[in-house]
């Protein structure tokens, strides 16, 4: 059913051509440290300072570490950052990109090998076509031992393109495979030359603004998505003056909806979709028809349409009361042609003279729509 979110997705971006610019993935992602492999060390701690310019950021992390096992070498991960948007440089780029301590000394960092000998995989990782983490050192604890880990480094922005509106994002999520909770996570974040009424938005809500620093303090913490710091701030530094595109109308169950988030929905609730980018036939939905028409159907929707013409019209008075169970038992025919479910949306009641249920002993019983 994930095919159903992907392909809804697509069909929005083909009915303009301008849209997929500005819902394009954004790869500016600050990390935090990761194991490689499952692990007796917790993180007593995270402190994270970031100096956030317009261009870029700078981002200290200081890291308490304590392993509650027995001797372990662990491999510690860290992505490699290599994108910048329109081949920009920032101005903090030219400075050391990582730099990694461990309880004060310097740790030689690394590349995989297919990163180190493989010349084209190294240039489309630098393109961004790939993603592959940089891991960066082994480190080996004691029984026991707690050690203070310090990293680094610094960032290209973040945009949305055809906008003056850029991010910066710190993934506290990645540290969830470290042994237990967080014990503390603080992160603060220093506004350099970003006036804070230029922030457009701040997540998590627990965030604490004090004259041009944010900060979030997380305690007994399992990280997850729903924790990853995300700013988003205006820069005048470009600005988009073109025509804005024009979105796609989205309806659902045959209700208009605005602002509505197509990742809320469980792919297992959709039945099926269409999209219409012709605007005489867009009419019949919406009085905007600019950017086209996205049309969502339900399995609860298309449940008790079938279940409707059923009771109406069938001497058989069956209950459907699972849509998964409902396509894995039965075929659906309108006028001896096998469609899918979700188009019995379009019959109208008063078209169907007859709705049968045919049992089959070898393969899917069939459920058959004869109309006038």
Not at 153 to 175: A, C, D, H, V
Request: aromatic share 10%.
């Amino acid at each position: 059913m994930q095919r159903h979110i992907i392909a809804i997705i697509i069909l929005i971006l083909c009915l303009h051509s301008n849209l997929f610019a500005d819902i394009a993935p954004n790869p500016i992602e600050s990390k935090s440290i990761s194991p490689k492999e499952q692990t007796s060390i917790r993180m007593i701690s995270e402190k994270v300072v970031i100096d956030l310019y317009n261009d870029s950021s700078v981002v200290t992390c200081s890291f308490e570490m304590e392993n509650l096992g027995e001797q372990e070498k662990v491999q510690i991960g860290f992505p490699e950052m290599t994108f910048h948007y329109y081949q920009q440089k920032s101005k903090v780029d030219e400075a050391s990109r990582f730099l990694v301590k461990e309880n004060g000394k310097v740790v030689q960092v690394d590349f995989p090998d297919s990163l180190k000998y493989n010349q084209e995989y190294r240039k489309k990782v630098e393109r961004y076509q790939i993603r592959e983490e940089w891991y960066l050192w082994e480190s080996e604890f004691q029984k026991g031992e707690s050690k203070t880990i310090e990293v680094e480094y610094s960032l290209p922005f973040g945009m949305l393109k055809r906008s003056n509106e850029r991010f910066f994002t710190y993934l506290l999520s990645t540290g969830a495979d470290w042994n237990g909770t967080i014990g503390k996570a603080e992160i603060i974040v220093n506004l350099k030359d970003i006036e804070p009424d230029s922030l457009v938005s701040m997540k998590p809500d627990n965030c604490v603004i004090t004259n041009d620093q944010l900060t979030w303090t997380f305690t007994d913490l399992e990280p997850t998505t729903k924790d990853d710091i995300q700013i988003h701030y205006n820069s005048n530094k470009i600005l988009y003056t073109g025509k804005k595109p024009v979105p796609a109308v989205l309806i659902v169950d045959g209700k208009e909806e605005e602002n509505f988030k197509l990742s809320t929905m469980d792919p297992k609730d959709i039945a099926g979709f269409k999209a219409i980018k012709d605007p005489e036939e867009a009419k019949k939905y919406t009085d905007q028809v600019d950017g086209g028409v996205v049309i969502i159907y339900t399995t609860d929707f298309v449940l008790n349409r079938i279940n409707e013409l059923i009771q109406s019209k069938s001497k058989e008075k069956a209950d459907f009361s699972d849509y998964q169970q409902l396509i894995e038992g039965y075929d659906l025919f309108i006028n001896q042609e096998k469609t899918d479910f979700w188009q019995i949306v379009d019959v109208e009641s008063k078209s169907v003279t007859k709705v049968e249920i045919i049992d089959s002993k070898e393969g899917k019983n069939k459920i058959m729509i004869h109309q006038d």
